[in-house]
């Protein structure tokens, strides 16, 4: 965990500084006014989170985040461009959508029920992409996985689930959507995401003494204009 928490610091550290001397060749007038006008824009803050990801291998939300914020700097970097002209390409959104129900959840899946299908992988794949998505998860070594909602919701529950002996990661990416995911009381949770105009909501029952320090559950990732709500049971 601390090589991680180490890696994070490192590449935090770089954009800090990446950030910090970019505004210092502003002050001394050294940027370029076609540069100026492509670097402060809004859409580059959706790149720098994206970037850290990227250094982070948090590569699901770099990869949401970059391509959000390239798409809205396009016209700053490219003379004449419309965003009429991308939409012709709007198929490719539908073939990245079968990309990832293909490359979905690679745990055994059981018959689903009304709480959702049951699965017992060690590590989960769920994807929301306008739509919904419940499921249970039953693993007795819960290492963690990925969680992406896209104009969807999903909702998981790991009241069955038990976290492995090391931990657990769990990138959620939440765009224009929202996560709830329900945990026990006794799991002790560490928040290391981050949110841009959206956030997380923790409704989580404090469980006092009876929390296992011995196993940690590292919630990473992000939350682009959506939202994670935590809930224990």
């Given at each position: 965990?601390?090589?991680?928490?180490?890696?994070?610091?490192?590449?935090?550290?770089?954009?800090?500084?990446?950030?910090?001397?970019?505004?210092?060749?502003?002050?001394?007038?050294?940027?370029?006014?076609?540069?100026?006008?492509?670097?402060?824009?809004?859409?580059?803050?959706?790149?720098?989170?994206?970037?850290?990801?990227?250094?982070?291998?948090?590569?699901?939300?770099?990869?949401?985040?970059?391509?959000?914020?390239?798409?809205?700097?396009?016209?700053?970097v490219l003379p004449g461009f419309s965003f009429h002209e991308i939409w012709r390409f709007w198929p490719v959104g539908i073939i990245l959508v079968g990309l990832v129900i293909i490359g979905g959840s690679k745990g055994k899946i059981h018959k689903a029920s009304g709480l959702g299908r049951i699965q017992s992988s060690d590590i989960i794949e769920e994807a929301a992409i306008f739509g919904s998505v419940i499921s249970r998860i039953?693993?007795?070594?819960?290492?963690?996985?990925?969680?992406?909602?896209?104009?969807?919701?999903?909702?998981?529950?790991?009241?069955?689930?038990?976290?492995?002996?090391?931990?657990?990661?769990?990138?959620?990416?939440s765009v224009f959507g929202g996560v709830k995911l329900i945990v026990p009381r006794e799991w002790n949770i560490k928040i290391e995401a981050s949110s841009v105009l959206g956030g997380y909501n923790d409704k989580r029952i404090p469980a006092g003494n009876s929390v296992d320090m011995s196993r940690t559950l590292v919630i990473e990732g992000v939350n682009v204009f959506g939202g994670t709500e935590l809930i224990s049971r």
């Open positions: 965990m601390s090589a991680t928490c180490s890696s994070k610091r490192y590449g935090f550290g770089i954009v800090v500084l990446l950030v910090g001397l970019t505004l210092l060749l502003n002050n001394f007038g050294f940027l370029p006014d076609y540069i100026r006008n492509v670097i402060f824009r809004w859409p580059m803050i959706l790149i720098l989170i994206g970037v850290v990801n990227l250094i982070n291998r948090e590569w699901v939300a770099a990869t949401i985040l970059l391509s959000i914020g390239v798409f809205f700097l396009l016209p700053a039953q693993s007795q070594n819960f290492k963690g996985g990925e969680i992406v909602s896209v104009f969807g919701g999903c909702e998981v529950y790991l009241t069955e689930a038990v976290l492995a002996p090391e931990g657990a990661r769990l990138e959620i990416v």
